[in-house]
């Protein structure tokens, strides 16, 4: 049973830092596609992050780039968010997912399998 289990949410001032993490478990860390989405109150989820397994090719959405980094620890079967310099418009849930592939479109991740249960950030001005 595929599990995604995210931790290090929280609420911080604009310009702060947190990092997420992404547990996955219950298969073997192959050649999928990680990565983060999240969704504010009112508004469409959408796709943050991802980071190809093999490889590890990274694609963001363009509000993110040069703030968020996101990186594996494939022995660990962990996925890492760091986002920096944090504005109130980050706030969301965001979601850990797996994807059986990485796209260069607007969702980042193609055919989304698995989904984490989601961790509050809270960024205040």
């Known amino acids: 049973q595929v599990q995604l289990v995210e931790s290090g949410g929280g609420s911080v001032q604009a310009g702060e830092s947190l990092r997420l993490s992404c547990a996955a478990s219950?298969?073997?860390?192959?050649?999928?596609?990680m990565g983060w989405f999240r969704q504010a109150p009112g508004k469409e989820r959408e796709g943050v992050a991802a980071i190809n397994t093999v490889g590890g090719r990274t694609y963001y959405v363009d509000s993110v780039k040069g703030r968020f980094t996101i990186s594996q620890d494939n022995a660990q079967n962990t996925v890492y968010l760091q986002m920096n310099s944090l504005k109130p418009e980050d706030t969301a849930m965001y979601y850990c997912v797996r994807g059986q592939y990485c796209t260069g479109g607007a969702t980042l991740l193609g055919d989304i399998r698995y989904w984490g249960q989601g961790t509050q950030v809270t960024v205040s001005s």
């Open positions: 219950g298969y073997t860390y192959g050649t999928y596609c």
